[in-house]
């Protein structure tokens, strides 16, 4: 009895309580197991430095590498210093070209240009300058860069936005060479970091000769339709222009002749970049395609006309070592010495090497040689020359330049009719070149005349005097003598 | 004889009652004792720092350790913050869902850091224009490091924390635990590998329910009814979590400089799990 009362009681008991737990609950719960990021394990990924440095003797090429910083450009000195480094350890000699003269005389004496994130334009005239240098056998390097150009003003919270792009394709135009305003990307394979990007494969060019892999670091893509595209994206590499690899994506290119470059990223010629997988090679081979170039000069790009380190200066007819003579050899030699070179006098034809050869039209043994390339023929009478593009021309007051570039020496000729009018050729051709001389190819005909000479202009200033009128009497130009 | 009959019934009332009615009464005052089972609400609607962290880990703390809390939603409104916080957070909320089912349900928005969270729970909701997504991560370069005259240290990186390369590579490593995460919470309901996830795109939630970034689009009051759907309640309390809180935290400025001035972007420069919307630009 006192069971069945104990049973009755604990159902009283739990009956209020299982209704509760009834009306609330539908079951049990049971948690699973909640998987979590194995934190521990991610490690932060390292590039692999692979590329030896080579450190070999500096033996000098005498060529000039002229570095663009006069357009705004993005980059500092020391980002590029691994590129100059390498340069100069090759022979090469690095100059920048602040704007402080115009790009035309600067690009007279180099060998290669090279353009790194500009971003003021280049006006019609430089573009055609660089053209001409480019068809003279000059190289152009010209590096782009995804980060360049945009910049956050924290002041206003607007963001600054100068795309090298924009700045740079009209310089790459006349090569079919044009960046697009993107940057390219790989999240699935990269170096660190989705825009630090592998190439693996490249276009078949001595340029990427050797390369296994190497990285560039924000990068834009870059087309053209005649060049060669050199490092080429994989399936997984994206342009954010489209967020696909339709049609491929390249980071450099070559133009169809060669001699201009363009590579979508400068980062990796910084440190610690430059040595991260195959980059150490690639800026060799950029070192190797600046060197490359043999610019043939022409008359444009006196008085850089001379590539060996000793030219010989040759006089002929009646020039001889004296007084008048003197302070000719003097401005040569102060010429050369600016240009790193040294003078030696000869007193007949050097076998080779650069020659400068000054003197009077006559027909002198050793002279005749120089004419003879030229075929200019001078008349029995000498009362005028024969000279291939301009006739017969009287000699009188006239002064004759010839040049001839040769691999094995470049020959300047310089002759007058007469010694005393040496000195006023070379005047011509120092600073009044284009306003003096007429030139067909490669020979010049200037005016020395001491009646008619530019070159001897005197300007003799009026002395200003208020007219009656109020006008001012300006200065006025009369002849010398 | 009637009465004698009376008497034996009431002799019989009287032997069974202690039996019946007292533990009755017991098992009655023991079934009000039993909570009723809760619903518990964490809204938040900040971005995730040191202060609004602090404020949403005590929370879920309160949450785990109050048994009457059978699930519990969160209701979230985030761009994600910096990458410390949202791990802190994470990690709690990771611990909650050990022991309860937790159902998220976004508002305007659960990107980046947002997203490291919700991708920690059971079931997520959206709304169709909800942002969602922005997985990845973001942050200033420190300056290349070098000598200031009058600051004197121990070593190169003493002042600057680490070189530059080094902090480049470190929002790598954890992008991958961004990715794991995400991985490890949404599985194979995720409809899309890391090439997609981790371009840091932002859907809206109509797509994000395509990609398997969420699980459904449905209001507030859906995620309730899931949360107890999981913990197997019919009937149930919701309660706001935060007016249980009375824990304070010193407010500390995010997105305000130190001169008080709003910046659409954190005032400290460091490693964000954060959606910054893309500054005005001059052209």
């Known amino acids: ?481 | 004889m009637k009465s004698e009959k009376s008497k034996a019934l009431w002799e019989v009332i009287r032997s069974w009652l202690p039996w019946t009615l007292i533990p009755l009464i017991l098992g009655v005052l023991a079934a009000i004792a039993i909570p009723i089972p809760k619903i518990g609400v964490i809204s938040f609607n900040d971005a995730i720092y040191d202060y609004s962290s602090q404020y949403l880990m005590a929370q879920i703390r309160y949450a785990r350790e109050h048994p009457e809390i059978r699930a519990v939603v969160l209701k979230i409104n985030s761009p994600g913050g910096t990458v410390v916080d949202t791990e802190a957070v994470y990690l709690e909320l990771i611990r909650l869902r050990q022991k309860k089912p937790v159902v998220a349900t976004v508002g305007g928005m659960a990107a980046s850091g947002g997203y490291y969270l919700i991708s920690g729970t059971d079931y997520v909701y959206a709304k169709p224009t909800s942002s969602i997504g922005n997985v990845g991560v973001i942050g200033y370069l420190p300056p290349a490091p070098f000598l200031y005259e009058e600051i004197i240290s121990t070593g190169p990186y003493k002042l600057w924390g680490s070189p530059r390369d080094t902090y480049q590579r470190e929002i790598e490593a954890i992008k991958q635990g961004f990715y794991q995460a995400v991985i490890a919470g949404r599985g194979d309901r995720l409809e899309i590998g890391p090439e997609t996830l981790l371009r840091g795109q932002i859907w809206p939630g109509t797509q994000a329910l395509e990609l398997g970034l969420i699980d459904a689009l449905g209001s507030d009051s859906d995620a309730i009814e899931k949360a107890a759907e999981m913990a197997k309640v019919w009937h149930y309390d919701v309660i706001d979590v935060i007016g249980t809180i009375i824990e304070t935290f010193e407010p500390t400025k995010f997105y305000a400089s130190v001169d008080g001035v709003n910046l659409p972007y954190p005032e400290k420069p460091g490693l964000y799990m954060l959606y910054i919307p893309p500054l005005p630009t001059s052209k």
Not at chain 1, 227 to 240: A, I, K
Not at chain 1, 441 to 461: D, F, H, K, L, M
Request: charged residues 20%; negative net charge; hydrophobic residues 40%.
């Open chain 1, 1 to 481: 009895m006192n069971r069945n009362k104990f049973w009755f009681g604990l159902l009283a008991f739990v009956l209020p309580i299982l209704l509760k737990v009834v009306w609330y609950y539908n079951g049990m719960t049971t948690r699973p197991e909640i998987a979590t990021p194995d934190y521990g394990k991610f490690t932060l990924p390292q590039p692999a430095f692979s590329t030896p440095e080579t450190r070999e003797a500096v033996v000098p090429t005498g060529k000039v590498i002229l570095f663009d910083a006069a357009h705004t450009n993005l980059y500092d000195a020391g980002e590029i210093q691994p590129l100059v480094e390498a340069l100069i350890r090759a022979g090469g000699r690095v100059e920048m070209h602040d704007g402080s003269s115009d790009l035309k005389t600067n690009l007279k004496y180099a060998n290669a240009f090279v353009v790194i994130s500009p971003t003021l334009a280049y006006s019609a005239e430089e573009i055609q300058t660089v053209q001409k240098f480019v068809h003279s056998g000059g190289r152009l390097l010209v590096l782009s860069d995804a980060t360049r150009g945009t910049s956050v003003n924290y002041d206003t919270g607007i963001t600054e936005f100068i795309p090298d792009v924009n700045t740079i394709n009209p310089v790459l135009a006349p090569y079919d060479l044009r960046f697009n305003f993107d940057y390219i990307y790989n999240i699935q394979e990269n170096e660190g970091n989705f825009r630090n990007v592998y190439f693996g494969d490249f276009g078949e060019t001595d340029f990427t000769a050797d390369l296994g892999r190497v990285v560039l670091y924000g990068a834009h893509s870059i087309e053209s339709d005649s060049g060669t595209l050199l490092l080429l994206g994989n399936r997984t590499t994206f342009s954010s222009l489209t967020d696909s690899n339709e049609g491929g994506l390249a980071a450099a290119a070559l133009s169809a002749e060669g001699s201009v470059l363009a590579i979508g990223d400068f980062t990796f010629l910084s440190a610690p970049y430059n040595k991260v997988e195959d980059n150490g090679l690639l800026v060799q081979r950029v070192v190797e395609f600046l060197l490359a170039g043999e610019r043939t000069p022409g008359l444009d790009d006196l008085p850089y006309l001379f590539s060996q380190p000793v030219v010989s200066v040759l006089p002929v007819g009646d020039a001889q070592l004296n007084a008048g003579t003197i302070p000719i050899l003097a401005g040569v030699q102060s010429m050369l010495d600016k240009m790193g070179k040294k003078m030696e006098i000869v007193d007949e034809t050097p076998a080779s090497g650069d020659v400068l050869v000054f003197g009077t039209i006559t027909s002198d043994e050793i002279l005749k040689p120089y004419l003879d390339e030229f075929d200019i023929t001078l008349d029995e009478s000498a009362e005028y020359i024969e000279i291939p593009g301009f006739g017969e021309v009287g000699p009188s007051g006239i002064g004759l330049v010839l040049f001839k570039p040769d691999r094995s020496g470049n020959t300047l000729v310089l002759l007058t009719d007469s010694a005393d009018n040496l000195p006023l050729l070379f005047n011509a051709l120092v600073s009044e070149f284009s306003t003096s001389c007429v030139t067909s190819g490669n020979i010049a005909i200037c005016s020395t005349s001491s009646g008619e000479s530019s070159s001897e202009e005197v300007v003799e200033e009026t002395p200003v005097e208020e007219e009656a009128g109020g006008e001012k009497v300006t200065p006025t130009t009369t002849p010398a003598g």
